[in-house]
């Protein structure tokens, strides 16, 4: 019995040993247990659930834990930078004016402006403050090109860059509206404080709101969005329009228009007047509707 704790001394021992019942009851137990292993990767999901569970427990270091970290924080980031830009183009597109635009965007902040709403922004601005931005004819030709793509805005802290784009991206032409043009713009483009009548130049051409807008709406559907360049100020406005007038002067091809909304508070009666222009052919083919209503 000691001999078999040491070296076989004979060919005959050393295979009686090698092929004993123990020997080959544990050979059998190991085939068994890595064919288990090859046909259900069961030691795979024994540890990865135990990774799994105590996933929350364990300390987070390491590479990947830091790599993970940092995507995660990026994915963070970047939604609110598009939650932050949609709100910003969402405001935007609320803009009545360049002022209006120009006091919704922050230092940093852009927005993508479509020419039609560019041409209603301009055409809405007082002739002094628009040739200051940029002469008509040089806008003309600009939005004629075939290079320009979009037009950009972008918010500083003096006011507002707006760019004209080409499709590689690359600055056709900058405009630089700052505070001085903003404030000028305010200026003109304030409601006046008062009637129809206290204004000279609508003399002889005041009408009921009624007559007014249904001579207006009688006219051809092309011919109304010439006739009223920037519609959404009178829906901005508080009060119920009164009156309507149209002024003797025309300027550069447009002619002014003034809508007297009655804004009455529990304080008293008032009034003020607010100024929209249009083109000058399309304004005098509806003066000549209402004078013919008047006979």
Not at 128 to 142: D, F, G, H, Q, T
Not at 219 to 232: A, D, F, G, H, T
């Given at each position: 019995?000691?001999?078999?704790?040491?070296?076989?001394?004979?060919?005959?021992?050393?295979i009686k040993r090698s092929f004993s019942i123990l020997n080959i009851t544990v050979l059998l137990i190991a085939a068994v247990f890595l064919l288990s292993e090859f046909r259900f990767d069961w030691c795979e999901r024994v540890i990865g659930n135990y990774i799994a569970t105590s996933n929350n427990t364990r300390p987070e270091t390491g590479i990947i834990w830091k790599t993970g970290k940092q995507a995660s924080n990026a994915h963070v980031h970047l939604n609110d930078i598009i939650r932050n830009q949609q709100n910003t183009e969402r405001s935007a597109n609320q803009a009545s004016s360049f002022s209006d635009l120009a006091k919704r965007l922050?230092?940093?902040?852009?927005?993508?402006?479509?020419?039609?709403?560019?041409?209603?922004?301009?055409?809405?601005?007082?002739?002094?403050?628009?040739?200051?931005?940029?002469?008509?004819?040089?806008?003309?030709?600009?939005?004629?090109?075939?290079?320009?793509?979009?037009?950009?805005?972008?918010?500083?802290?003096?006011?507002?860059?707006?760019?004209?784009?080409?499709?590689?991206?690359?600055?056709?032409?900058?405009?630089?509206?700052?505070?001085?043009?903003?404030?000028?713009?305010?200026?003109?483009?304030?409601?006046?404080?008062?009637?129809?009548?206290?204004?000279?130049?609508?003399?002889?051409?005041?009408?009921?709101?009624?007559?007014?807008?249904k001579a207006l709406l009688s006219l051809p559907r092309e011919m109304i969005s010439s006739l009223i360049i920037n519609p959404r100020k009178l829906l901005m406005e508080k009060g119920k329009i009164v009156k309507a007038g149209i002024s003797n002067e025309a300027e550069s091809g447009y002619i002014q228009m003034g809508f007297e909304f009655n804004t009455a508070t529990s304080n008293g009666k008032g009034s003020e007047v607010v100024f929209i222009k249009g083109r000058e052919w399309a304004v005098w083919r509806l003066n000549m509707l209402l004078a013919g209503e008047k006979n």
């Amino acid at each position: 019995m000691k001999n078999q704790w040491h070296e076989p001394f004979k060919i005959s021992e050393w295979i009686k040993r090698s092929f004993s019942i123990l020997n080959i009851t544990v050979l059998l137990i190991a085939a068994v247990f890595l064919l288990s292993e090859f046909r259900f990767d069961w030691c795979e999901r024994v540890i990865g659930n135990y990774i799994a569970t105590s996933n929350n427990t364990r300390p987070e270091t390491g590479i990947i834990w830091k790599t993970g970290k940092q995507a995660s924080n990026a994915h963070v980031h970047l939604n609110d930078i598009i939650r932050n830009q949609q709100n910003t183009e969402r405001s935007a597109n609320q803009a009545s004016s360049f002022s209006d635009l120009a006091k919704r965007l922050l230092p940093g902040q852009w927005a993508n402006l479509d020419e039609t709403r560019f041409k209603q922004f301009y055409l809405a601005m007082p002739d002094s403050v628009a040739k200051k931005i940029i002469r008509p004819v040089e806008l003309a030709w600009i939005l004629s090109s075939r290079n320009i793509k979009r037009i950009f805005c972008e918010g500083k802290s003096d006011g507002m860059e707006i760019y004209f784009l080409d499709q590689d991206n690359r600055v056709i032409r900058q405009i630089d509206f700052n505070q001085p043009m903003i404030d000028q713009a305010e200026k003109q483009e304030a409601p006046f404080k008062g009637s129809l009548n206290d204004i000279k130049k609508f003399e002889g051409h005041i009408y009921p709101a009624d007559i007014f807008f249904k001579a207006l709406l009688s006219l051809p559907r092309e011919m109304i969005s010439s006739l009223i360049i920037n519609p959404r100020k009178l829906l901005m406005e508080k009060g119920k329009i009164v009156k309507a007038g149209i002024s003797n002067e025309a300027e550069s091809g447009y002619i002014q228009m003034g809508f007297e909304f009655n804004t009455a508070t529990s304080n008293g009666k008032g009034s003020e007047v607010v100024f929209i222009k249009g083109r000058e052919w399309a304004v005098w083919r509806l003066n000549m509707l209402l004078a013919g209503e008047k006979n």
